[in-house]
């Protein structure tokens, strides 16, 4: 195996990580059904987003916390994800870099959850 080296591999990843995504119960439905998501449009931007993130390209303009906000995201959700995130990146790649993808996926659903959190997105009795 390699590190993500160029577009190509963040292609890859971004693709087998959404293919994950999509299938997934929890995930699959808030993805699928909820956000009734075009995967069509939705993997150029993520592919862009994960340049931006890895080769500091400028491609992704977005902002991709407000997306997200409306959905019916639970805590445990984040999890999920960034597990799904970090078995992708370790079927495919090692290296610095994937493991700096990696951080990058825990730093990004850390914030997200913290976010929401503070706009009263969770329920204050909830476990963390």
Same mark, same amino acid.
């Given at each position: 195996?390699? =590190? @993500?080296r160029d577009?190509e591999? @963040?292609?890859t990843?971004?693709h087998?990580?959404?293919?994950k995504i999509e299938?997934d119960?929890?995930?699959?439905h @808030?993805f699928?059904?909820?956000?009734?998501?075009?995967w069509?449009?939705h993997?150029?931007?993520?592919? =862009?987003?994960?340049?931006?993130?890895?080769f500091?390209t400028? *491609?992704?303009?977005?902002r991709?916390?407000?997306?997200h906000?409306?959905?019916?995201i639970?805590?445990d =959700?984040?999890? *999920?994800?960034?597990g799904?995130?970090?078995?992708?990146?370790d079927e495919?790649?090692?290296?610095n *870099?994937a =493991?700096?993808?990696k951080?990058?996926?825990?730093n @990004?659903a850390?914030?997200f959850?913290?976010?929401?959190?503070?706009?009263?997105?969770?329920?204050?009795?909830?476990?963390d």
């Amino acid at each position: 195996m390699t =590190d @993500i080296r160029d577009e190509e591999d @963040i292609t890859t990843l971004v693709h087998a990580f959404y293919a994950k995504i999509e299938d997934d119960e929890r995930l699959g439905h @808030i993805f699928n059904e909820v956000a009734d998501v075009d995967w069509d449009e939705h993997l150029p931007k993520m592919v =862009d987003f994960w340049s931006k993130m890895l080769f500091r390209t400028e *491609r992704y303009k977005g902002r991709p916390f407000r997306e997200h906000l409306l959905l019916p995201i639970e805590r445990d =959700d984040f999890g *999920r994800w960034v597990g799904l995130f970090t078995e992708t990146v370790d079927e495919h790649f090692e290296g610095n *870099r994937a =493991d700096y993808a990696k951080e990058l996926a825990v730093n @990004i659903a850390n914030s997200f959850s913290t976010r929401m959190a503070m706009d009263g997105k969770f329920d204050q009795n909830s476990e963390d």
